[in-house]
């Protein structure tokens, strides 16, 4: 078991101002430094970890917007889709039923 002196000496500062441990003062700054790194460098990536997926919920969300806006603009500029809007508008105009025809121009 320890000596109690040993200890005393540890908790008063006796210990930390001895000569062995004075050397290895750059040391145990080192080791603080790169723990401090450490720490710094995982609390980074966990802030860009969440940063990635907010920006992937977003472009889901992106995503589903425009294949609903497609959906919408494909259903209301189908033909049928217009002859009816022109109808519930009064309007006169009717749909062409004659297909259409290429004019040749013979004078080029």
């Given at each position: 078991?320890?000596?109690?002196?040993?200890?005393?000496?540890?908790?008063?500062?006796?210990?930390?101002?001895?000569?062995k441990?004075r050397?290895?003062?750059?040391?145990?700054?080192?080791?603080?430094?790169?723990?401090?790194?450490?720490?710094?460098?995982?609390?980074?990536?966990?802030?860009?970890?969440?940063?990635?997926?907010?920006?992937?919920?977003?472009m889901?969300?992106a995503?589903?917007?425009?294949?609903?806006?497609?959906?919408?603009?494909?259903?209301?500029?189908?033909?049928s889709?217009?002859?009816?809007?022109?109808?519930?508008?009064?309007?006169?105009?009717?749909?062409?039923?004659?297909p259409?025809?290429?004019?040749?121009?013979?004078?080029?």
């Open positions: 078991m320890a000596d109690a002196h040993d200890i005393q000496s540890w908790l008063n500062g006796d210990k930390l101002r001895s000569r441990i050397e290895q003062y750059p040391l145990i700054g080192l080791i603080v430094a790169l723990l401090f790194l450490y720490i710094l460098t995982g609390y980074q990536a966990g802030k860009q970890q969440h940063r990635l997926t907010d920006t992937k919920k977003e889901l969300d995503k589903f917007r425009y294949m609903t806006i497609s959906a919408q603009l494909t259903n209301t500029t189908r033909q889709q217009i002859i009816q809007a022109l109808r519930e508008n009064g309007s006169t105009l009717q749909e062409n039923t004659k259409p025809t290429k004019i040749l121009n013979y004078y080029e």
